[in-house]
């Protein structure tokens, strides 16, 4: 069966550092997904993507937040001067028209 | 805000069916039921959506009650495997064209499956 795979599984970055979190969705799925779930709390929408460009945003998803997909299958989530309270588990998702799959997350603790 | 309410727990013995509720008194005449289910902080799992009919796949059951205000997930032989918190999720359909999609996530029904 097709999975979402998200890399790194966990990382660890110092307070104020630039990281990259990696996904590579299902291969003939059009919508792309960031979700993040801080520790014992909901599972929150971050972004979506669809046609190359952001298609909805929340209000976390501020200006240190970026998404790209450079090479039409990797789709990334930058976050560009990581904060203490950006440590979660943050996840990839993809859809065809019909429903999701997510990925199993990378979890992001900054130090 | 999530429109949908759920038990926050509940428990269930294995082998027994798991019948998990939610009320969604506000729901519109153009949003589907979603469920879906995170087991122990993985990626959410989708499990059986519907409109008004009663749907079943080889995961699980949903009956939708006639004016639509409530649904219930039936498990019909819960495992322990099924131990996770549900999520019911309310909105228009994805089997379209276009940029929406997003799922507003609540706190779920946490089930436990005990032997």
């Known amino acids: 069966e097709p999975e979402v795979t998200q890399t790194p599984s966990h990382q660890v970055t110092q307070m104020g550092q630039e990281v990259i979190l990696r996904c590579v969705p299902i291969?003939?799925?059009?919508?792309f997904y960031w979700y993040r779930q801080i520790l014992g709390q909901k599972v929150e929408f971050l972004v979506s993507?669809?046609?190359?460009?952001?298609?909805?945003k929340s209000e976390i998803f501020d200006d240190q937040f970026s998404v790209e997909r450079p090479d039409g299958s990797n789709f990334t989530l930058k976050i560009r001067s990581t904060k203490l309270e950006d440590s979660a588990m943050y996840f990839c998702?993809?859809?065809?028209?019909?429903?999701?799959?997510f990925g199993s997350g990378t979890r992001l603790t900054v130090v | 805000d999530a429109k949908t309410t759920q038990p926050t727990s509940m428990d269930c013995a294995e082998g027994r069916a798991a019948n998990l509720p939610c009320n969604h008194s506000t729901i519109s005449g153009n949003e589907y039921v979603y469920w879906y289910r995170q087991i122990h902080s993985q990626g959410p799992q989708y499990i059986i959506h519907g409109l008004k009919n009663n749907e079943t796949n080889e995961m699980a059951s949903l009956i939708i009650t006639e004016d639509r205000k409530s649904s219930t997930l039936i498990l019909p032989h819960a495992t322990l495997r099924d131990t996770a918190v549900y999520y019911c999720?309310?909105?228009?359909?994805?089997?379209?064209?276009?940029?929406?999609?997003?799922?507003?996530f609540g706190k779920g029904t946490k089930l436990s499956v005990k032997p």
């Open positions: 993507f669809y046609n190359n460009e952001i298609s909805e």
């Open positions: 998702a993809s859809r065809p028209l019909g429903g999701y799959t």
């Open positions: 291969s003939n799925h059009l919508y």
């Open positions: 999720i309310v909105r228009v359909s994805m089997n379209y064209g276009g940029s929406q999609g997003n799922l507003i």
